[in-house]
């Protein structure tokens, strides 16, 4: 298998992306992440509560082309992606502008509808007139599993990105996602240790990084200070078991977790 920092002899994986949203906690306490809990019908991480997103679609790749050019074309497509998946999946229009301003829930509902009809994003943000703004999402990390590990392999860029104290009614789109909450990280993590819910390999990583920060702030300071690698899974034999694993570097504060307890996609 490859090795944890091998890149080359990795079999393909499906480009995707996911974001992290931020909001103040109005009762002073650590900052509220916005989780939605996947369908047991979906094939991958079916049951998990994840971070929105999804994969990355060739309309992205287009759109990131003429809105982007100075960024990367894999990094617009993705920031993209992240953007136009939270749409679909929450109906929250983080990194969306329509006319100076966030769109209204009329029109965000029936934008919504359209892309679940399979309209693309690039249509309907002509039609309406809306722009993005990429430089509202902070790179966190990007994680791939080898092939070796998982069936289903994605390339997946996970970003930050901060609502402040707004008041965000999200909602589930009732076909991937069976609901939607806000909690804190710690509050995610003792839920799915207490068994009210479950979150897979990469999620509790992300978790368990996200919990050491305070606000936003702290977190976007400490994603600037980590060069954003690939993040390869591996798994390592030791006398008491197989054990899932990622190298250290990447600014998460637990690096493994045993097969047999481990919930991967």
Known sequence: MPSPSD??????ATPAATVVIFRTD???GPPLLCMVERSAKMAFAPGAAVFPGGRVDPDDYDLAERLAPELEREEGAARIAAIRETLEETG?????????AHPGSRERAEVRAALND??????????RGWSLDLARFTYWARWRPPGTIEK?????RFYIADAGDAVLRGEADRTENTSLFWASAQEVLRRADAGEISVIFPTRRNLERLALFSDFEAARVHADSVPVRMVLTYVEE??????ICLPDGHGYPVLEEPMSRALRG
């Open 118 to 127: 399979g309209v693309l994003f690039s249509e309907l943000l002509e039609e």
């Open 238 to 243: 030791r006398a008491d078991g197989e054990y």
């Open 92 to 100: 929250l229009s983080i990194g969306i502008i329509a006319g100076g």
């Open 7 to 12: 890149t080359d002899s990795l079999p393909p």
């Open 152 to 156: 289903r392999v994605f390339d997946t």
């Open 26 to 28: 109005p009762d002073g």
